[in-house]
Structure formats: structure tokens, C-alpha cells
């Protein structure tokens, strides 16, 4: 049997059904229990792997095992920005209409990962570096990714009218992109306390297999949880979206 790369005809059908609220609905009904059972399994056995079965780093000991949080986080925290910026092209160009109300939903969730990606690192960085807090370039970028987010969400609920709040939002989403290279890149650009990317396409990985395959199962686990939190709570301002029409519609039939 052959299989087909989807063309951008398809694509592009597949995302305007999935703009229809109600077709967005029935999916995410369908695919929410498997998305969910999915990133917990996979979860699980990545932190158990990482934790009792991966061998302790030869410098860093056991308190290399936070990286199996760490990482995870911090490759979410950007990706959660970027599908941000997604949904703000989404919103500004072509008008998708569910893309304000993801945007929305998504905000709180990667704020709340990049505050843990912080965290873990901070935990991290004590017994490396013999401090909380470094004004490390990476860590720097990250630190400014959050407020980003935070910056995101305010805006939403900035204005009265609501349509300003997510236009606005949105700007602030496309403008704030630009952060993700430098966090990328400023272990390669500056000279940085960070250790540089563990897995690279331009060079052999600095992580043996042992220690691989908990991390790999973490970051799939861990995204596939993302995506989970995003359509419960997508799924709930669809709904809360729905029945604020319902009642407005039906109070100004009343006044008729």
C-alpha cells in the first residue's frame, strides 16, 4: 500500500472544517480520551525511565535527573509561543475563527510551563552553578518568553471590547516571535553558563542512549499533555461562547 503525503488543498480543507465549532467539537470529543490516555502513559514511563533506570551523569551525578522536567519544559514553553503565533496569523490574515479562543486558552498553559521550565532550571542550576539565578542569556530569553505570555494574557482582558483585547493580543504574539531564535541560539551566540543543545542535527548527540530514550518518551508525553489541556479548555470556551449567545439572543427576543 502506498501512503500519500496530504497536498495543501487538503490541508487547508482539513483546517477550514476544523474552523467550524461544532466539527471542532465532535473531533476533539473523539480524540480527547486518546490524546489524554496517550500523554499519561507515555509520561509515565519516560519519568519512571528517567528516574530508576537511566544512570546518573558522570559529572552531575542524580541531580541530572531533573532534566527529565526540564527539558520537556522548556522545548514546550517555545513551542507553545510558536502555536501562539500560529494562532495570531490565524486570526489577523485569514480570520480562522477559532483561532482567538485557542490563542486564549493556550496562553495560560504556556505561561504556567514556562514558569516551571524556570523553576526546574533554577533547581537545576543550584548545585552546577551554586546559584538560584544567573543573568545567563539563555535563561534571560526564557525569563522574558514568560512575560511574553503574561503580556498575552493581559492584553486580552485589557479592553471592553473584547475584539480589541484579542487584536491587540494577537500583534503582541507576532511581534514576541521573535524571541524564540535568540533562545535558541544565545547558547551558540554568547558565551553562556548553559550547556549547549543536547540534540542537534549538525552534530553527534552529547547524550548516550540510556538517557535518551526516558527523555524522548518525556517530551512526546509531555506535548501530547499540552494538547490535551488545550482542547479541554478549548473545548469549554466553545461551549461558555455558546451559551453567552444563546442568552443574549435570548434576552433581546424577550425585549421584542
Known amino acids: 500500500m502506498i501512503l500519500s503525503i496530504p497536498s495543501k488543498k487538503s490541508f487547508r480543507f482539513i483546517v477550514n472544517r476544523l474552523a467550524n465549532p461544532g466539527v471542532f467539537l465532535r ?11 496517550s500523554a499519561l502513559i507515555i509520561s509515565l514511563i519516560g519519568i519512571i525511565g528517567g528516574l530508576f533506570f537511566a544512570p546518573a551523569d558522570w559529572q552531575q551525578g542524580d541531580s541530572v535527573r531533573i532534566m527529565y522536567l526540564h527539558v520537556p519544559m522548556a522545548i514546550l514553553a517555545s513551542g507553545g509561543y510558536f502555536a501562539l503565533a500560529i494562532c495570531a496569523l490565524l486570526s ?14 493556550i496562553s ?8 516551571l521550565c524556570l523553576i526546574t532550571g533554577s533547581l537545576w542550576g543550584k548545585p552546577m552553578w551554586g546559584t538560584w539565578w544567573v543573568w545567563d542569556a539563555r535563561l534571560t530569553s526564557v525569563l522574558v518568553l514568560f512575560f511574553l505570555y503574561l503580556g498575552h494574557i493581559t492584553l486580552l482582558h485589557a479592553f471592553d471590547d473584547q475584539q480589541k483585547g484579542y487584536k491587540a493580543a494577537a500583534i503582541l504574539a507576532l511581534v514576541g516571535v521573535f524571541d524564540l531564535p535568540i533562545i535558541k541560539f544565545s547558547v551558540n551566540w554568547w558565551n553562556t553558563l548553559h550547556q549547549p543543545s543536547t ?28 494538547v490535551a489541556l488545550v482542547f479541554y479548555r478549548l473545548r469549554a470556551a466553545i461551549i461558555e461562547h455558546q451559551i ?6 435570548s434576552t433581546q427576543d424577550d425585549r421584542i
Open 244 to 249: 453567552r449567545h444563546l442568552l443574549i439572543s
Open 199 to 226: 540534540f542537534s542535527f549538525t552534530h553527534a548527540s552529547s547524550i548516550t542512549l540510556s538517557m535518551m530514550w526516558p527523555l524522548f518518551f518525556c517530551i512526546i508525553g509531555f506535548a501530547l499533555g499540552f
Open 108 to 115: 495560560p498553559i504556556g505561561a504556567t510551563i514556562t514558569a
Open 92 to 105: 489577523l490574515i485569514w480570520r480562522h475563527p477559532l483561532a482567538d479562543l485557542a490563542a486564549a486558552e
Open 27 to 37: 473531533f476533539t470529543t473523539k480524540a480527547q480520551p486518546w490524546v489524554t490516555t
